[in-house]
């Protein structure tokens, strides 16, 4: 991602990135079509035209002006949110074709002074969103909403990630317009959101192609851009808007979607927000910041698994609700909670409440809404899949951890499920609140076995127990007992939980082991939860998600990239980055 | 937790301070844990059978309940749990939390390594018992094999008192090393005791008396930093058990007096050093399990510059010797120290920061303290008119851990090739020869007032009883 823009103050970026570690921004996610800034979108028929035209002083903090289509972390949010409306209100649409509002250019990446002044953090932060974005538009295509980039000018950098997101690129061939990866020779950085892996990965461009075009600040336009694989098309002007058109029909015409489909509108969340507490219809967090821990609690209610009453309810039935409000909870935590270093995950209600929903999502899958909502979780399971943070299941009396609920547990990098329940009293502090005199269950159904895929393409169970999938093996054994209701005992004999104490151990284990956890390097920590959630086999998304950005962000805190002579911080000042020359 | 075997009868059977029958999780973890203890002791404890044994009980932390002595059958001792006097007020002494309530319960933060510390000093407790096992069968009298008793019920209970903390404090985790307290085994192939000295056999009764000065010294001054932790249950645990710590450096001190009160008489009365020949332990023996047990138990501290003694103190779990005593900021991150070292075949010293050279510093305090001993021997041979000193060798003589390990000095200190240490060794430590003579000397001596001819009687009986009482009843 980023950029061809105007030069660094340097004095600026300087006082940019002290203000800002200084204080963190606090970060909505709110939006809509009639609040953004940055996007249009008209719909037509089956296709949608989505309009990049950033506003150059939209930024989303101050500091910098988001010149030349360039984009922060506002503009992507925006992106989001657009995406979401897609899927759900405008459900008919069947291709999408993303372009840019302005004459000039298509988009110039990711702003390089919002980078050059950006704290670490928000820099990682902010790919991370972005990526996931760009995933969950590949993740349209797959689901018959198909995304053409329409390049109707240079698209440099994250300009050209944005599009390697799309299924199919035009590139307008005027003999001037490029697709570019210009931070390696520019800014010493990589183009980390995605760009090096889908050029090889997805395009299948030649390796030794793609080193000559990741290192060629100016990039390639025209035939030559078709011929290595760049874009797929280099259409002249004069036959733009027809080809465009044309691409969009095609793409329209081979989808499946209903045409008939009646969206539902998301309107805005609930939330009341009180010293970083969060509490939704249905999800509570709460924080507590000595410990540096956060408490996530969801709560299903009853709902039946008729899809009629998801129609009828649309944002308001208490499934989609739920991933809605889990979303928003798990950005605003991931980016204004830095130092809450531990989510501890909880679920409320009956089990029954929470088969019903399993029914609803494994009976109707040829139900758009239905579909549309299964793709919701299973991104937002991603989101978790891949957030910074010890993520730790408690399973108590009360909980309904079952179906895709168990889901959530299964994310997290461990489980603690309560043996028996609470006898006395003074124990009885359950974090959820609830009263419970059943002991906890947890319940496996077809949502584990590949209704929620992670990013490496396996699901939850099938990385926890990789390789272990032969006749008897663990994920055999578990899958003969789909269904029932697993106490703690159950849960720790299958390998479902880490540990299943009973309420005599329960308050120490769980004080020591979040204590214990708090004092342990966030860095290693980060590190080691990331490679231990990602077993087994590698996809273009976990090399996004570790590989690409794992060397990025290796990158951004090297004195050659973010140091004062640094290639970021040099860029644009006419003067050129000091290097330190050693390889390592 | 249901379960079918018999509840236990906990306050009756368990005298303790800490609300046992009040206490599920405590309950639970012991009905458990005290069976297999008994299965431990009827195996790995004294191997003599005995009826009863005049023992003190500990029944209260007070004076009164610290009196409490009677024939007991001893597999019916009752061990107790004892933490001494809380205090509400105290803070931490020393380290970056100085100044901070103790803590009552663990801090997650520090499970690991407290832990560790529990494990490392409960480990110690059971192995002294499995290495005197035998050493009833060849009691010098029945005053002894009382008293040695007396040390193994409490080196029990010292079991059980770090068993308590790992049951009430640690969890599963503290379940789980509880039970391999018991697992490993004193000079045991396939899982030995934590720590090499605890491993050996104690042979025989000089050995013993020599254990339990010097070894149990060790002990002293280990509990003694556990003392000051930030951990207040480890702390009042501690406390506790120094007080019978105190009993067995009693029966080791007093138990040298009179084998070289002994050895004293038999040189004036053959008018000889070689008191060998007339059924006695002759000084330059006796000097050498000197130098054995004390070198011994000088590598017990470890190394003498110490990242983890380090990182105990300024995490606040182990302070040094009378932390409170000293003068200085109890931090210690500005200070330097000196620690031994033996650099290019010289003994000398390497100046380090403080906080790296707190192994050191209790050895020295240790070694302080066993001069006291070698004073009070030398006046005994002194009064009987015999001009020879029995001495503490050089701290650098026959070390196996730390700055000295591999070097050879002799026990005035002077560093000597390795031909001409493999030539003097058997002036400096015991011999074969040696250990045959001593076993050869020991012979059980059951009949109530008599003892054995290579040690002088003990001036007073036990709890006011005299010398003659009959301390052991036999079946
Ligand atoms: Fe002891
Ligand atoms: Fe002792």
């Known amino acids: 991602m980023t950029v061809l823009e105007e030069p660094v103050n340097d004095v600026a970026a300087d006082t940019a990135e002290s203000a800002r570690s200084e204080a963190v921004p606090h970060v909505d996610f709110d939006t809509g079509p009639e609040r953004y800034r940055h996007w249009r979108f008209t719909v037509d028929g089956p296709t949608a035209w989505v309009y990049l035209d950033v506003a150059e002083d939209g930024g989303i903090v101050p500091g910098y002006e988001l010149k030349l289509n360039s984009y922060d972390l506002g503009v992507d949010i925006e992106l989001y949110d657009l995406t979401q409306r897609l899927r759900f209100e405008h459900p008919q649409v069947r291709s999408v074709v993303l372009t840019s509002g302005k004459d000039t250019n298509f988009c110039a990446g990711a702003n390089i002074r919002m980078l050059a002044g950006s704290s670490h953090p928000w820099k990682v932060n902010f790919c991370k969103f972005t990526n996931e974005t760009r995933n969950g538009i590949e993740d349209m295509t797959d689901a018959g909403q198909t995304w053409i980039a329409a390049l109707n000018g240079t698209a440099a950098g994250g300009g050209y990630e944005m599009a390697l997101a799309c299924d199919r690129i035009l590139l307008v061939d005027d003999r001037s317009s490029a697709v570019s990866l210009p931070e390696v020779p520019l800014l010493g950085v990589l183009p980390g959101t995605g760009g090096l892996t889908r050029v090889i990965d997805k395009r299948r461009v030649r390796k030794d192609r793609a080193d000559v075009f990741a290192t060629r600040s100016e990039g390639f336009g025209g035939r030559k851009a078709v011929e290595w694989k760049l874009v797929d098309e280099a259409v002249p002007r004069r036959e733009w808007d027809r080809v465009v058109a044309e691409r969009a029909a095609e793409a329209a015409g081979a989808s499946t979607r209903p045409a008939d489909a009646q969206g539902i509108s998301l309107p805005p969340l609930q939330r009341t927000e009180a010293d970083g507490a969060l509490t939704y219809d249905h999800v509570r967090v709460t924080l507590d910041r000595e410990a540096r821990t956060a408490t996530v609690v969801v709560a299903v209610p009853e709902m039946t698994d008729d899809p009629a009453a998801l129609h009828d309810q649309g944002a308001a039935h208490p499934l989609l609700a739920i991933v809605r409000e889990l979303d928003d909870a798990i950005l605003r935590l991931r980016t204004n909670e830095l130092e809450i270093g531990t989510w501890l995950l909880l679920t409320e209600g009956s089990t029954e409440h929470a088969l019903a929903a399993d029914r609803l999502l494994a009976g109707h899958q040829d139900d758009w809404l239905v579909a549309e909502t299964t793709r919701y979780l299973r991104r937002v399971l991603k989101r978790l899949d891949v957030t910074s943070r010890s993520l730790i299941a408690l399973i108590e009396p009360g909980s309904c951890f079952a179906g895709p609920f168990l889901e959530l547990a299964l994310a997290c990098d461990r489980q603690y499920m309560l043996e028996g329940t609470f006898e006395e009293d003074e124990d009885a502090t359950l974090p959820s609140g609830a009263a419970a005199e059943e002991p906890a269950v947890v319940v496996v159904t077809d949502a584990q076995f590949g209704t929620f895929p992670m990013g490496n393409g396996l699901t939850r169970l099938g990385s926890r127990f990789y390789g272990d999938d032969g006749e008897g093996g663990a994920l055999e054994t578990i899958r003969a007992r789909r269904g029932e209701e697993l106490t703690g005992g159950d849960a720790d004999d299958l390998g479902l939980v880490t540990d299943a104490p009973d309420d005599i151990d329960w308050t120490d284990e769980i004080r020591i082991l979040l204590e214990e956890r708090a004092s342990l390097s966030p860095d290693a920590l980060t590190g080691m939860e990331a490679n231990h959630r990602f077993v087994g086999p590698e996809t273009m998304e976990t090399r996004i998600f570790g590989r690409l950005t794992a060397w990025q962000n290796w990158i951004f805190i090297r004195p050659n990239a973010s140091g004062p002579e640094g290639a970021l911080r040099k860029y644009g000042t006419g003067r050129k980055a000091d290097f330190d020359q050693k390889r390592v | ?475």
């Open chain 2, 1 to 475: 937790m249901t379960s079918a075997r018999p509840k236990i009868d906990f306050d009756a059977k368990i005298p303790n301070n800490v609300d046992l029958a009040g206490d599920r999780k405590l309950q639970r973890a012991l009905e458990r844990w005290q069976p297999n203890f008994l299965d431990w002791w009827a195996d790995m404890g004294p191997a003599v059978d005995t009826k009863d044994v005049y023992l003190r009980t500990a029944v209260d932390v007070g004076r009164d309940g610290w009196a409490h002595f009677d024939h007991v059958p001893m597999n019916e001792y009752r061990w107790g749990v004892f933490l001494s006097e809380h205090d509400p007020d105290r803070r931490i002494a020393f380290g970056e939390h100085k100044g901070e309530p103790v803590w009552q319960e663990v801090p997650g933060e520090y499970r690991a390594d407290l832990q560790r510390l529990i494990v490392i000093q409960g480990d110690t407790e059971p192995a002294s018992v499995e290495q005197q096992r035998f050493l009833g069968a060849t009691a010098p009298s029945l005053y002894d094999m009382r008293n040695l008793f007396q040390v193994n019920v409490e080196e029990g209970r010292h079991l059980w008192a770090m068993v308590y903390l790992l049951h009430a404090y640690f969890g599963r985790a503290g379940r789980e090393e509880a039970d391999q307290l018991l697992a490993r085994n004193s000079g045991s192939d396939d899982s030995p005791r934590i720590l090499g000295a605890f491993n050996e056999e104690t042979p025989d009764w000089l050995s013993f008396f020599m254990f339990t000065y010097f070894t149990d010294r060790d002990g002293k001054y280990q509990l003694g930093t556990l003392k000051e932790s930030g951990f207040d249950p480890l702390s009042r645990t501690c406390e506790f058990m120094l007080k019978e710590e105190a009993h067995h450096m009693f029966v080791g001190t007093t138990g040298i007096d009179r084998v070289v009160r002994r050895t004293a008489e038999l040189m004036a009365d053959h008018d000889t050093e070689e008191v060998a020949g007339a059924g006695g332990i002759p000084l330059t023996m006796i000097q050498k399990y000197i130098n054995f047990h004390y070198t011994v138990s000088l590598d017990l501290f470890g190394n003498e510059s110490s990242t983890n003694a380090a990182n105990y103190f300024t995490a606040g779990l182990k302070g040094r010797w009378q932390e409170e005593r000293r003068e200085d900021d109890h931090q210690l991150t500005d200070d330097a120290g000196h620690v031994d070292a033996y650099k290019d075949g010289q003994v000398t010293h390497n100046e380090v920061p403080a906080l790296l050279a707190l192994n050191q510093d209790l050895r020295h305090e240790y070694i302080n303290d066993c001069r006291t001993g070698l004073k009070r021997w030398n006046r005994i041979l002194a009064k009987a008119g015999i001009d020879a000193e029995l001495t503490l060798p050089h701290v650098g003589f026959n070390r196996q851990v730390g700055a000295f390990a591999g070097a050879h000095i002799t026990p005035e200190g002077r560093v000597i090739p390795e031909s001409e240490w493999m030539a003097q060794k058997d002036q400096w430590l015991p011999t074969e020869v040696d250990k045959t003579h001593v076993r050869s000397l020991m012979h059980p001596v059951l009949e109530p007032g008599k003892i054995a001819g290579w040690i002088a009687p003990p001036s007073t009986g036990i709890n006011d009883k005299p010398v003659d009482y009959e301390y052991v009843h036999f079946h």
